[in-house]
């Protein structure tokens, strides 16, 4: 049976396991800041990406350290951040245990970008994501109704926080990537 002669502390926080990188490489919105009805409809995050690090030179402001009034080096991360594209929205209603999703809206039209986040193999697809809604809002439009509008007016009567579904524009960022990132925000 092996033992260890004498005690030690263990090395490293067991908060961090498994040390291996991540299956989902985009953060989570734990908490979303406390809707004020006073101000304007305004979105509340953005998704971006880490194209790289350097270093900067600056003043440290912070009186009774050492450092104060003298220069230091420090890292940054250079990060990229092309437009995003509001493709939809999300409406919810309040119950006792949380906000409850009423009714979610898409556009008419959506980029192949978003397309191939609902595929797995999108060569190896028939890509048929979306088609029937496309035809559906085609249809309301012919016929001179603005398409959706029942949905729109029932997430207008009913919702208390309507959340924009958006995502980015993965092909102006050279990272070899086609695929969309998706974000409710």
């Given at each position: ?36 009805s006073?101000k ?14 350097t ?26 951040a ?9 409406g ?8 409850r999703?009423?009714?979610t ?10 397309k191939r986040r ?9 890509q ?22 029942a949905?729109?007016d ?7 926080v ?16 086609k695929?969309a ?5």
């Amino acid at each position: 049976m092996s033992h260890r002669k004498f005690e030690r502390p263990r090395h490293g926080s067991l908060g961090f396991l498994p040390r291996k990188r991540t299956k989902h490489h985009h953060g989570k919105i734990k908490s979303f800041p406390k809707d004020d009805s006073s101000k304007p409809p305004h979105l509340t995050a953005f998704m971006s990406y880490k194209a790289g690090m350097t270093h900067i030179v600056r003043d440290v402001d912070r009186p009774g350290s050492k450092l104060h009034k003298k220069e230091v080096a420090e890292a940054v991360s250079v990060v990229e951040a092309p437009p995003m594209i509001v493709v939809g929205f999300v409406g919810y209603v309040e119950t006792p245990r949380g906000l409850r999703a009423l009714t979610t809206v898409w556009a008419g039209h959506l980029s192949e970008e978003v397309k191939r986040r609902f595929y797995k193999a999108w060569h190896k697809s028939k890509q048929k994501a979306f088609t029937k809604y496309q035809k559906r809002w085609s249809e309301a439009s012919k016929a001179d109704a603005s398409p959706m509008a029942a949905e729109i007016d029932r997430a207008k009567k009913y919702c208390q926080v309507i959340r924009a579904i958006c995502h980015t524009q993965v092909s102006k960022v050279k990272i070899g990537q086609k695929k969309a990132h998706i974000k409710e925000i």
